[in-house]
Nanobody
Framework: QVQLVESGGGLVQAGDSLSLSCAAS????????VAWFRQAPGKEREFVAG????????PYADSVKGRFTISRDNAKNTMYLQMNSLQPEDTAVYYC??????????????????WGQGTQVTVSS
């Protein structure tokens, strides 16, 4: 079992920055694949960012490339999402997700059995 807890959401204005955190417990970060997703009202949950274990560039959703940065601290079992130049269309509940084993990040939500409770990010225009 993996437990995930997100934090750092809030209400900001367009152009502002926010940093989200996802703390994992139950398994070492070195043994799991983790990723960020988001879900806006009335929309499907979508992949935001993950880690490329087999090499190559870090996978990001096209809509956040150049603005969001994913990182991790294995010693703290924590993953981060630095979000810059936020826009109203970034408004969503942001989730971290995990699956056992080390793989390149999967973009499909159904590949991840473990989810945090989500943290709301609201960007006003």
């Amino acid at each position: 079992q993996v437990q995930l807890v997100e934090s750092g959401g809030g209400l900001v204005q367009a152009g502002d920055s926010l940093s989200l955190s996802c703390a994992a417990s139950g398994r070492s970060f070195r043994d799991i694949t983790v990723a960020w997703f988001r879900q806006a009202p009335g929309k499907e949950r979508e992949f935001v960012a993950g880690f490329p274990w087999s090499g190559g560039s870090t996978p990001y959703a096209d809509s956040v490339k150049g603005r969001f940065t994913i990182s991790r601290d294995n010693a703290k079992n924590t993953m981060y999402l630095q979000m810059n130049s936020l826009q109203p269309e970034d408004t969503a509940v942001y989730y971290c997700a995990a699956r056992l084993g080390i793989n390149d990040a999967y973009r499909a939500p159904d590949r991840y059995p473990y989810w945090g409770q989500g943290t709301q990010v609201t960007v006003s225009s």
